[in-house]
């Protein structure tokens, strides 16, 4: 059963910092990877997506990386900003069994100070 | 803004009561999936629907149910709503199941 966890839970740091949130997944048979952004009492914005045979994704000030083969993912994000504090959550799609739906973290809670 | 609209934005029923949610695609896009978040949980798959059709389902029961329409409209039902059952409601669009899902920006359900 694919099964994912973040890591921290929770991040506080003051602005400018270089970051990296994590993300670790169980079962290596993934179609791919997605980073999302929530902001409290939202919905999901969608900030990368990493296919399988890719190694990393860049935009603006965010770069993912996925390593299948040892389950894990990192998120970062480079000289941060206020506007970027929120709730980050990766998800991976499996490619066997049910491939419908997402696989959620629980995320990661971002507060960055000014 | 992904386009992917929801409606309403906040609801509140009561135990045993029935609710329509409704979720409108972005453009060009065939698959929507629903998902229910619970306050401080990640998104749980509820189902996915691609060309009108049901193909693909999480760990829901039958009261939860939904329909897809020829435009990509959708909408979530909830039979005999349970006190659990208060959680954000996402829908996602995409153009196939691989591809980037678009998410709306929720239905905050609140069940007394």
């Known amino acids: 059963k694919q099964e994912v966890t973040q890591i921290p839970a929770a991040l506080s740091v003051p602005e400018g910092e270089n970051l990296v949130l994590n993300c670790s997944f169980t079962?290596?048979?993934?179609?791919?990877l997605q980073w999302f952004r929530q902001d409290p009492g939202k919905g999901l914005t969608s900030l990368l997506l990493?296919?399988?045979s890719q190694r990393e994704q860049t935009s603006g000030r965010l770069n993912a990386s996925l390593d299948k083969s040892s389950g894990r993912s990192t998120l970062y994000i480079a000289a941060s900003q206020p506007g970027d504090s929120a709730t980050y959550l990766c998800a991976v799609r499996p490619s066997a069994g049910n491939n419908r739906k997402l696989i959620w973290g629980l995320g990661t809670s971002l507060a960055v100070n000014p | 803004e992904t386009g992917v609209t929801q409606s309403p934005t906040h609801l509140i029923k009561t135990r045993g009561q029935q609710v329509t949610l409704r979720c409108s695609s972005q453009?060009?896009?065939?698959?929507v999936s629903w998902y229910q978040q619970a306050l401080g949980q990640g998104p749980q798959f509820i189902f996915q629907y691609y060309r009108e059709e049901e193909n693909g389902r999480g760990n829901f029961p039958p009261r939860f149910s939904g329909l897809q329409f020829p435009n990509y409209s959708s909408e979530l039902n909830v039979n005999a709503l349970e006190l659990d059952d208060s959680a954000l409601y996402l829908c996602a669009s995409g153009g196939s199941s691989t591809d980037t899902q678009y998410f709306g920006p929720g239905t905050r359900l609140t069940v007394l």
């Open positions: 990493i296919q399988s």
């Open positions: 079962d290596s048979a993934i179609y791919n």
């Open positions: 453009s060009g896009h065939n698959t």
